[in-house]
C-alpha cells in the first residue's frame, strides 16, 4: 500500500514538505505524531490523526505516539485564544495512562519491525537544564522565525506568553531527539500543527549543519491532514454536550454510536474516508445505496459500525445498536426481554424515569390509573389526559400498543423491576422499588 495514495483518495492529505513522497516509497520511515495529555481521554478530533498512524502502519512504515508528559505542562497555543490553565504532574500521568489504553486499540505494538512505539517526552526533557536547551536548541532558531507562525501571529493581539511562545521550540526539539535517538524521519499532525511541525525539521536542519553534517537533500519530513469540518465550515467532534471521547465512562458506546448515527448526510463520505479503514470500492458501493435510499441512512451505520466496534468493542457496539432499536426503533417486547440486568442503566441513561412501591401500584386498579396515578404526574397530568391518549393509540408499555384505557392491570416487569412506557415517541421508564 502506498501512504501517500491512500491519504489523497481519503482527502487525509493537506500538505508535505519536499522528497516526502519519495522518502516514503524508498523504505521504511518511522513517523510520529505528539498528543498533549490535557485530558484521560482522547476524542474524535483526535482521532482524525490517529488513523494517519494506523495508514502509516498498514503502508509497511514505524509508528511512534509521543505523549506529551512535558509539552502537556505547558500547552499548545494553536488554534486557542487564551492560555490554558496548567495541570499537575498526577493528573498528567493519569491522563497519559488513559491515552495509551486508547492507542493500543488502533495501533500494533507486536509486529515485527514496524511495530508501534509510544514516547513520553518528559523522559528527554527531565534531563535537560534550562540553559542546556537554549544552548543546544534555542541559538538555532530566530525569533524572527518563531513570530513568523500562523500560531503566534494570531495571538500576538491579545497576548502569549512566553511560555506559550516556546512551544513550538519544545515541539521542534521532540522530532530533533526522536530523529537522533530513533531514527524517527517524519512528524505528522492536523494542518493546524504546520507551523510546529515544519519548526521540527528546520531544527533539525540547522543543528545538523552546525554540526557539520551538510545535508544534500532533507532527512526530515513533515505531513499534515485536514482539519475535519462539517459542510457548513464549522468544527466536526462535539456534541451538544461537548467533546466525543474515546472513554466509555466519558462517552457512553450508545452516545458514541448516536453521533455518527445522527451525521448529516453531506459530511458522511468525508468521515468514511477518515474514520474507517473501508477500501475505495467498499466505500463507493455504500455511496451509491445512500444515494438510492438516503432515508436508510447506510452510510452513517457504515460508519457507526466501524468506529464504535473499533472503540468500544464489538459488545459496546452491539449494546449500543439495541439501544438505538429499544428508544427510536421498531424494538418489541422480546428485544425487551433480552436485555440483561445490567444492561438497563446504560441503554436507558437519560430517559426519565419514576420510582413506584408496592403500595402505589396497589391503589392502581386500570391502565389509565397506572399512567395518571402511579407516575405521580410526570407522564400524563390528569387520567383525563391518559384516558384521551390511550383511546388515540398514543401508548405502548413495553413496546406493545395499548387501545382499551380500561383494561386491567397485568403487567410484565422486565427484570422484575421494569417497565417502558412510550408516549408517542418519547419513553419513560417506570422502576418498582
Given at each position: 500500500?502506498?501512504?501517500?495514495e491512500?491519504?489523497?483518495?481519503?482527502?487525509m492529505?493537506?500538505?508535505?514538505t519536499p522528497g516526502?513522497?519519495?522518502?516514503?516509497v524508498?523504505?521504511m520511515?518511522a513517523?510520529?505524531?505528539?498528543?498533549?495529555?490535557?485530558?484521560s481521554?482522547?476524542?474524535?478530533?483526535?482521532?482524525?490523526?490517529?488513523?494517519?498512524?494506523?495508514?502509516?502502519?498498514?503502508?509497511?512504515?514505524?509508528?511512534?505516539?509521543?505523549?506529551?508528559?512535558?509539552?502537556g505542562?505547558?500547552g499548545?497555543?494553536?488554534?486557542?485564544?487564551?492560555?490554558?490553565?496548567?495541570?499537575s504532574?498526577e493528573t498528567?500521568?493519569?491522563?497519559?495512562?488513559?491515552i495509551?489504553?486508547?492507542?493500543?486499540k488502533?495501533?500494533?505494538?507486536d509486529?515485527?519491525?514496524n511495530?508501534?512505539?509510544?514516547?513520553?517526552?518528559?523522559?528527554?526533557?527531565?534531563?535537560?537544564?534550562?540553559?542546556?536547551?537554549?544552548?543546544?536548541?534555542?541559538?538555532?532558531?530566530?525569533?524572527?522565525?518563531?513570530?513568523a507562525?500562523?500560531?503566534?501571529?494570531?495571538?500576538?493581539?491579545?497576548?502569549?506568553?512566553?511560555?506559550?511562545?516556546?512551544?513550538?521550540?519544545?515541539q521542534?526539539y521532540d522530532?530533533?531527539?526522536?530523529?537522533?535517538?530513533?531514527?524517527?524521519?517524519?512528524?505528522?499532525g492536523?494542518?493546524?500543527?504546520?507551523g510546529?511541525?515544519?519548526?521540527?525539521?528546520?531544527?533539525?536542519?540547522?543543528?545538523d549543519?552546525?554540526?557539520?553534517?551538510?545535508?544534500?537533500?532533507?532527512?526530515?519530513?513533515?505531513?499534515?491532514?485536514?482539519?475535519?469540518t462539517?459542510?457548513?465550515?464549522?468544527?466536526?467532534?462535539?456534541s451538544?454536550?461537548?467533546?466525543?471521547?474515546?472513554d466509555?465512562?466519558?462517552?457512553?458506546p450508545?452516545?458514541?454510536?448516536?453521533f455518527?448515527?445522527?451525521?448529516?448526510?453531506?459530511?458522511?463520505?468525508?468521515?468514511i474516508r477518515?474514520?474507517?479503514?473501508?477500501?475505495?470500492?467498499?466505500?463507493e458501493?455504500?455511496e451509491?445505496q445512500?444515494a438510492?435510499?438516503?432515508h436508510?441512512?447506510v452510510l452513517q451505520?457504515a460508519i457507526?459500525?466501524?468506529?464504535?466496534?473499533?472503540v468500544?468493542?464489538?459488545?459496546?457496539?452491539?449494546?449500543a445498536?439495541?439501544?438505538?432499536?429499544?428508544l427510536?426503533?421498531k424494538?418489541?417486547?422480546?428485544?425487551?426481554?433480552?436485555?440483561?440486568?445490567?444492561?438497563?442503566?446504560?441503554?436507558?441513561?437519560g430517559?426519565?424515569?419514576t420510582?413506584?412501591t408496592e403500595?402505589?401500584?396497589?391503589e392502581?386498579?386500570?391502565?389509565?390509573?397506572?399512567?395518571?396515578v402511579?407516575?405521580?404526574?410526570?407522564?400524563?397530568?390528569?387520567?383525563?389526559?391518559?384516558?384521551?391518549?390511550?383511546?388515540q393509540?398514543?401508548v405502548?408499555?413495553?413496546?406493545?400498543?395499548?387501545s382499551?384505557?380500561?383494561?386491567?392491570?397485568?403487567?410484565?416487569?422486565?427484570?422484575?423491576?421494569?417497565l417502558?412506557?412510550?408516549?408517542g415517541?418519547k419513553?419513560?421508564?417506570?422502576?418498582k422499588?
Open positions: 500500500m502506498n501512504f501517500i491512500e491519504l489523497r483518495w481519503r482527502g492529505l493537506h500538505d508535505m516526502t513522497e519519495e522518502q516514503l524508498k523504505e520511515t513517523g510520529y505524531i505528539g498528543f498533549d495529555p490535557t485530558a481521554s482522547l476524542h474524535i478530533g483526535n482521532l482524525a490523526t490517529i488513523m494517519l498512524l494506523v495508514h502509516l502502519q498498514r503502508a509497511g512504515h514505524k509508528p511512534f505516539a509521543l505523549v506529551g508528559g512535558a509539552t505542562m505547558i499548545d497555543p494553536s488554534g486557542k485564544a487564551a492560555e490554558r490553565e496548567f495541570l504532574e498528567l500521568r493519569k491522563n497519559q495512562e488513559g495509551k489504553a486508547q492507542l493500543e488502533f495501533l500494533d505494538f509486529c515485527g519491525a511495530s508501534a512505539e509510544m514516547v513520553n517526552n518528559y523522559d528527554w526533557f527531565k534531563n535537560i537544564s534550562f540553559l542546556g536547551f537554549l544552548r543546544e536548541a534555542g541559538k538555532h532558531i530566530t525569533v524572527n522565525y518563531m513570530m507562525k500562523d500560531s503566534v501571529k494570531k495571538r500576538l493581539e491579545t497576548g502569549i506568553s512566553f511560555t506559550e511562545f516556546s512551544y513550538q521550540m519544545l521542534g522530532f530533533h531527539w526522536l530523529y537522533k535517538n530513533k531514527g524517527v524521519r517524519l512528524q505528522m492536523g494542518s493546524d500543527q504546520w510546529n511541525i515544519t519548526t521540527g525539521t528546520e531544527l533539525i536542519r540547522r543543528i549543519n552546525a554540526n557539520g553534517e551538510q545535508q544534500e537533500e532533507s532527512k526530515a519530513f513533515a505531513l499534515t491532514t485536514p482539519l475535519v462539517k459542510s457548513d465550515g464549522t468544527k466536526f467532534g462535539k451538544e454536550s461537548g467533546n466525543v471521547w474515546l466509555p465512562g466519558m462517552t457512553t450508545y452516545q458514541f454510536y448516536q455518527w448515527i445522527n451525521a448529516a448526510d453531506e459530511d458522511c463520505s468525508r468521515l477518515v474514520y474507517t479503514l473501508l477500501s475505495k470500492d467498499e466505500i458501493d455504500l451509491r445512500h438510492e435510499a438516503p436508510l441512512r451505520k457507526a459500525r466501524e468506529v464504535t466496534t473499533r468500544h468493542s464489538e459488545a459496546g457496539y452491539e449494546l445498536v439495541k439501544a438505538s432499536e429499544v427510536f426503533g424494538a418489541t417486547l422480546d428485544t425487551l426481554r433480552s436485555i440483561k440486568a445490567d444492561e438497563f442503566d446504560i441503554i436507558f441513561e430517559v426519565p424515569q420510582e413506584v403500595s402505589e401500584l396497589a392502581a386498579q386500570t391502565i389509565t390509573d397506572l399512567l395518571s402511579i407516575s405521580k404526574g410526570e407522564i400524563y397530568a390528569s387520567k383525563g389526559e391518559a384516558r384521551r391518549a390511550i383511546t393509540n398514543a405502548s408499555l413495553n413496546k406493545t400498543k395499548i382499551d384505557p380500561n383494561l386491567a392491570l397485568n403487567l410484565e416487569w422486565l427484570q422484575g423491576r421494569y417502558l412506557v412510550s408516549k415517541k419513553n419513560h421508564l417506570l422502576k422499588v
